[in-house]
């Protein structure tokens, strides 16, 4: 499937700050999952700095803005193709290992309730027991746009049993983990076509290390493994290693942010 990508970031301050410092983690993965046709990221008065390719794949820009500015607006645009691989990521260069990504983050700190979610559930097939992780995840949250903010750990969004792709991220891996199986959050976007289903094209979703297969995607807010839909961008323990954008600014006041994101078909 080739698909159109026009994602524009929008950051507004009530006071102008002195300077902006961002990385970002905006390039599609190279990986025989996707094709990048064409891709631009532009940063309004920005200066692009340097980039680096980190250990699971993912490149990383630096940008700067110097102020004074009250607002920053970060465009991206571009256009891939993309093959749907039964959710296994073919191709991506990295040299972290899998047990590398056993560990805990705030996130996706298990409690009592996701430990009794990741007993709930067995399979001796590694893959047959992360399928079956992803379906109790999200029969246990359903998705609801709003119901959770960005700080919202897994433990809480299965407490309040609704969340939406970064709280199904979050509690999948948080099981998986406690399962013995490496796993990570990933960050994306979703095409999204006329279903009738809530859908949002900035999207996130689980991988999961199976033996002899390597990283399997998951996406319990969908109920399904990434297909041709889905474009990749990176991965991280949890949403916010993971975050396409991430930045310090210096001076006084308070920031506001705006996304507007929209995947089209180039057939369309």
Known sequence: MRLIVEHVTTYRYDQPVRAVVQSHRLLPTKCDNQITHRW??????????????????????AWSVRGPVDHIEVKVTGEVTTTDLSGVLRGNRECIPPVAWLGETAPTMPDAALRELARSVSDSNPLGLAHALSGAVAEAIVYKPGATDAHTTAAEALALGEGVCQDHAHALICCARLHDLPARYVSGYLFTDADGKPHEAAHAWAEVHIDGLGWVGFDPANACCPDERYIRLGCGMDAQAAAPIRGTTRGPGSESMEIAVAVASAQQ
């Open 40 to 61: 631009q990221v532009a940063v309004s008065d920005g200066m692009m700095g340097g980039s680096f390719r980190d250990g699971a794949g993912d490149m990383i820009q």
